[in-house]
């Protein structure tokens, strides 16, 4: 059977790849645009200082950080340190600034899907990231 | 799953001793990461940001273990260079005695201050990291000083965002962003990314509706590309032939807009002598206009001030060549500026300039050069300066993120090299995107 999306009583499965492995469940917060560390990043505060950002000063602590692709400095690391950072990371496309942020953090993230996640994930929908498996599982809110 | 050679599992099982097993360990964990088959050899460069043993707090090491193996005779496999000033102050190499920042806008760090300065510089673990073989280049641009290039095809490690593309697309070497003691030490990195020939051939084709020509041109085009295309590869169409400052300027501006470690200029770039090389014969999977409505946009989002009048002026992002503090030398012989100018470059070019009478020159005229960081790195601006102007897009992009409190939002007037001179001289910003 092809692994792709399945859809049971209101959970919506998507598989993925592993980049750092973990189980974990909380809510959802989704940002359409790709996230820019270094400066416009604050682990202190645990939110994005980046100016025209969506989610300018909206903290990420404990959450599902569900964004498109990484982008900026190798600062970009900064969304993974700290007391305040995210629960999980899921993102739609890779490249190596999101290999050393998982790395610094140590939580569940995710990429690869064989569907966008932001196609499904709203903020708020509560999203299973099960890294040690392979897919993320949502609840819509 | 990682496939590893005798000599690496020897390294993870620690038989060649505590240092080289977790730095085997975090580069096992990275391809673990990273999708990495297995590690390559590297034959070209290293950097990284200093003095930190390791990029992930998981892996790193203490100062007696580096001290242990630097006295049993460690060295560094690759040769290998310091990206910017200490972490974490990244306070000035030189000219700290006129920089009245506060470190991070903490009041008990203000990079002037003597004692703070010789505490963040570290000294204790370059004296290591030099037996090793570190060549203490502290700058975001090595490539402009470090006398030491790759060559084409060498597999590299180095550690800047601004920098890799250098590495990439300019020089045809190969390099991720991930320089780290590991790799440098072990000359070993994770195989994948920019180090795999398939995924280095261009995806989308960028086109222009203006000839790309100027630097602040090439600089706003960059931006702007760079928040098209993201992590994808682009060949870039409709650009004139871009010059070593353009170039900084493009590749540090990708990687504000995006994240690009690699592009191809068809004719310039050395992989791509025709746009069909550079897209491997096939069709692009996209393609793009970056316009004139996508390059006014880019401007404005960069030139972010509602006054006019300007309190500091900041040229050095990326860190200058030699050949644009001569022309700064050049537009500021015998004027007096109004508002503070401040000159940054690579430690290694100070002596330079000093000796080229250039420092000199901008001493006479009331600048201030400084080497080794930048204002966003430090962690933000002297405390009266309200609004600020410089001609750098990643510069610009960044520094306002130092300050998202409402009570005091950061000003930005970007513009040309010319316009920030302008600027230093009047007070007054008179930049327009034409």
Same mark, same amino acid.
């Given at each position: 059977?092809?692994?792709?999306?399945?859809?049971?009583?209101?959970?919506?499965?998507?598989?993925?790849?592993?980049?750092?492995?973990?189980?974990?469940?909380?809510?959802?917060?989704?940002?359409?645009?790709?996230?820019?560390?270094?400066?416009?990043?604050?682990?202190?505060?645990?939110?994005?200082?980046?100016?025209?950002?969506?989610?300018?000063?909206?903290?990420?602590?404990?959450?599902?950080?569900?964004?498109?692709?990484?982008?900026?400095?190798?600062?970009?690391?900064?969304?993974?340190?700290?007391?305040?950072?995210?629960?999980?990371?899921?993102?739609?496309?890779?490249?190596?600034?999101?290999?050393?942020?998982?790395?610094?953090?140590?939580?569940?993230?995710?990429?690869?899907?064989?569907?966008?996640?932001?196609?499904?994930?709203?903020?708020?929908?509560?999203?299973?990231?099960?890294?040690?498996?392979?897919?993320?599982?949502?609840?819509?809110? | 799953?990682?496939?590893?050679?005798?000599?690496?599992?020897?390294?993870?099982?620690?038989?060649?001793?505590?240092?080289?097993?977790?730095?085997?360990?975090?580069?096992?964990?990275?391809?673990?990461?990273?999708?990495?088959?297995?590690?390559?050899?590297?034959?070209?460069?290293?950097?990284?940001?200093?003095?930190?043993?390791?990029?992930?707090?998981?892996?790193?090491?203490?100062?007696?273990?580096?001290?242990?193996?630097?006295?049993?005779?460690?060295?560094?496999?690759?040769?290998?260079?310091?990206?910017?000033?200490?972490?974490?102050?990244?306070?000035?190499?030189?000219?700290?005695?006129?920089?009245?920042?506060?470190?991070?806008?903490?009041?008990?760090?203000?990079?002037?201050?003597?004692?703070?300065?010789?505490?963040?510089?570290?000294?204790?673990?370059?004296?290591?990291?030099?037996?090793?073989?570190?060549?203490?280049?502290?700058?975001?641009?090595?490539?402009?000083?470090?006398?030491?290039?790759?060559?084409?095809?060498?597999?590299?490690?180095?550690?800047?965002?601004?920098?890799?593309?250098?590495?990439?697309?300019?020089?045809?070497?190969?390099?991720?962003?991930?320089?780290?003691?590991?790799?440098?030490?072990?000359?070993?990195?994770?195989?994948?990314?920019?180090?795999?020939?398939?995924?280095?051939?261009?995806? &989308?084709?960028?086109? *222009?509706?203006?000839?790309? $020509? %100027?630097? /602040?041109?090439?600089?706003?085009?960059?931006?702007? +590309? =760079?928040?098209?295309?993201?992590?994808?590869?682009? &060949?870039?169409?409709? *650009?004139?032939?871009?010059? $070593? %400052?353009? /170039?900084?300027?493009?590749?540090?501006?990708?990687? +504000? =807009?995006?994240?690009?470690?690699?592009?191809?200029?068809?004719?310039?770039?050395?992989?791509?002598?025709?746009?069909?090389?550079?897209?491997?014969?096939?069709?692009?999977?996209?393609?793009?206009?970056?316009?004139?409505?996508?390059?006014?946009?880019?401007?404005?989002?960069?030139?972010?001030?509602?006054?006019?009048?300007?309190?500091?002026?900041?040229?050095?992002?990326?860190?200058?060549?030699?050949?644009?503090?001569?022309?700064?030398?050049?537009?500021?012989?015998?004027?007096?500026?109004?508002?503070?100018?401040?000159?940054?470059?690579?430690?290694?070019?100070?002596?330079?300039?000093?000796?080229?009478?250039?420092?000199?020159?901008?001493?006479?005229?009331?600048?201030?050069?400084?080497?080794?960081?930048?204002?966003?790195?430090?962690?933000?601006?002297?405390?009266?300066?309200?609004?600020?102007?410089?001609?750098?897009?990643?510069?610009?992009?960044?520094?306002?993120?130092?300050?998202?409190?409402?009570?005091?939002?950061?000003?930005?007037?970007?513009?040309?090299?010319?316009?920030?001179?302008?600027?230093?001289?009047?007070?007054?910003?008179?930049?327009?995107?034409?």
């Amino acid at each position: 059977m092809a692994r792709g999306v399945e859809i049971t009583m209101e959970k919506i499965r998507i598989y993925g790849r592993k980049e750092f492995g973990g189980c974990v469940e909380a809510e959802a917060l989704v940002s359409p645009k790709p996230l820019e560390g270094f400066a416009n990043c604050s682990p202190e505060m645990g939110c994005t200082t980046e100016r025209n950002h969506p989610l300018f000063k909206v903290s990420y602590a404990g959450k599902v950080l569900v964004y498109p692709s990484p982008r900026g400095s190798g600062g970009f690391m900064s969304y993974g340190v700290g007391p305040n950072k995210p629960a999980a990371f899921v993102h739609t496309e890779t490249c190596p600034l999101a290999v050393a942020c998982a790395m610094v953090a140590h939580i569940p993230s995710m990429t690869d899907f064989e569907r966008d996640p932001l196609e499904v994930i709203e903020t708020g929908d509560m999203v299973l990231v099960n890294a040690d498996e392979g897919y993320i599982e949502i609840t819509k809110k | 799953m990682v496939q590893l050679k005798d000599d690496e599992k020897r390294m993870l099982q620690g038989e060649d001793g505590f240092v080289p097993r977790i730095c085997m360990e975090y580069l096992v964990e990275l391809c673990e990461v990273a999708g990495a088959e297995k590690l390559v050899d590297l034959d070209g460069t290293g950097d990284f940001h200093t003095p930190m043993t390791s990029m992930s707090p998981f892996y790193e090491f203490s100062f007696e273990e580096l001290e242990k193996i630097v006295n049993a005779g460690a060295r560094f496999k690759i040769p290998t260079f310091a990206n910017k000033a200490p972490f974490f102050m990244q306070p000035p190499v030189h000219g700290w005695e006129k920089c009245n920042v506060c470190a991070y806008r903490d009041k008990n760090c203000p990079q002037d201050d003597p004692a703070f300065h010789k505490e963040a510089m570290r000294d204790e673990w370059y004296e290591l990291y030099r037996r090793m073989g570190m060549m203490t280049t502290h700058s975001c641009a090595n490539y402009i000083t470090s006398t030491y290039l790759p060559t084409m095809g060498q597999h590299c490690s180095w550690n800047e965002s601004s920098a890799v593309p250098y590495c990439n697309a300019n020089l045809g070497a190969r390099s991720n962003i991930d320089g780290s003691f590991a790799t440098c030490f072990l000359g070993k990195a994770a195989y994948y990314d920019m180090h795999i020939t398939e995924n280095r051939y261009a995806t &989308v084709m960028v086109k *222009t509706e203006r000839t790309i $020509t %100027t630097d /602040i041109e090439w600089d706003v085009f960059g931006f702007a +590309t =760079g928040e098209d295309v993201g992590v994808h590869v682009p &060949v870039l169409t409709g *650009t004139g032939k871009p010059t $070593t %400052t353009q /170039i900084m300027k493009l590749n540090s501006a990708l990687n +504000t =807009g995006g994240a690009v470690r690699m592009y191809h200029i068809p004719g310039t770039t050395p992989e791509a002598p025709t746009i069909e090389f550079a897209l491997n014969g096939k069709k692009p999977e996209r393609e793009t206009m970056i316009g004139e409505a996508e390059l006014k946009k880019a401007y404005e989002t960069l030139n972010y001030h509602t006054s006019d009048d300007v309190d500091l002026v900041y040229l050095g992002c990326p860190h200058l060549t030699i050949v644009d503090m001569m022309k700064i030398a050049c537009k500021l012989e015998g004027k007096k500026c109004r508002v503070p100018l401040w000159i940054m470059t690579a430690p290694w070019l100070y002596d330079v300039a000093k000796n080229m009478g250039y420092l000199k020159t901008y001493e006479d005229a009331g600048a201030h050069l400084l080497t080794g960081t930048c204002l966003a790195a430090m962690g933000g601006v002297p405390e009266n300066v309200k609004t600020l102007a410089l001609d750098s897009a990643k510069q610009s992009y960044y520094i306002t993120g130092r300050y998202p409190d409402d009570d005091y939002r950061l000003q930005v007037c970007y513009g040309t090299q010319d316009d920030c001179i302008d600027a230093a001289l009047t007070g007054k910003w008179r930049g327009e995107w034409k």
